[in-house]
């Protein structure tokens, strides 16, 4: 984690989070998203969460059921604490900083407004610890430059390399445009080594050609 003191440690976090089911929006611990809320049962959940912990899960729908009312959730997500929020007109914007992800344990109707669920996040302990896990940045730069070069993207890593090296592997989870299974599938690596591996996958699988 970052030394920031709104930092939350794990034995802080509540077992239970108002969960948020935006498909396409992930979030990744040390990364920050930016939303716009104006359902009025997804405000409601805002401000409950402002009364408590501040916490809000991110979680994916299963995308082949999108057409269900209530579509089931995938597994794991991940919590974001309100770093910031403000009142536009009946809309609410909101930024989440991500703390660590989670696996669902169980859903929980919260009174049929908003959907709850009961977490764990033992399994990505690992989060809280990300300066510990130390990589290749050459390795990973080079396959990241040549994945840009690859799909004509635009991409500037020097801004990339300079950030401290705990937050650029999230980072670039949050930002590259993979897929949203490609994404699913990082979000559930809970070691940092698998995520390490199958970032550098995702990278070769989607350059045109690979390099060495």
Do not use: W
């Not at 359902?39 to 059921?65: D, T």
């Not at 990300?130 to 500037?156: G, H, M, P, Q, R």
């Amino acid at each position: 984690m970052s030394d920031s003191i709104f930092d939350v440690t794990m034995v802080e976090l509540p077992a239970n989070v108002p969960v948020l089911p935006f498909a396409g929006i992930f979030l990744f611990p040390e990364t920050k998203v930016n939303l716009r809320i104006y359902e009025m049962r997804y405000i409601r959940l805002v401000f409950n969460a402002l009364a408590s912990s501040r916490i809000i899960g991110m979680v994916q729908p299963v995308e082949q059921n999108m057409s269900m009312k209530v579509p089931p959730l995938y597994k794991t997500g991940c919590a974001g604490r309100i770093s910031s929020f403000a009142e536009s007109g009946d809309t609410l914007l909101i930024s989440l900083t991500g703390i660590s992800r989670f696996n669902v344990i169980k859903e929980m109707d919260h009174n049929g407004i908003y959907r709850d669920a009961a977490i764990d996040f033992a399994p990505f302990a690992e989060d809280f610890n990300l300066a510990d896990f130390k990589f290749n940045k050459k390795e990973l730069f080079d396959k990241v430059d040549f994945y840009a070069y690859s799909n004509k993207i635009d991409l500037t890593s020097d801004m990339l390399r300079q950030m401290p090296q705990d937050q650029i592997l999230m980072t670039l989870a949050m930002l590259l445009p993979f897929t949203p299974a490609e994404k699913q599938a990082l979000l559930e690596c809970a070691e940092m080594q698998k995520f390490y591996d199958t970032l550098l996958l995702l990278l070769d699988m989607n350059s045109e050609g690979r390099i060495n």
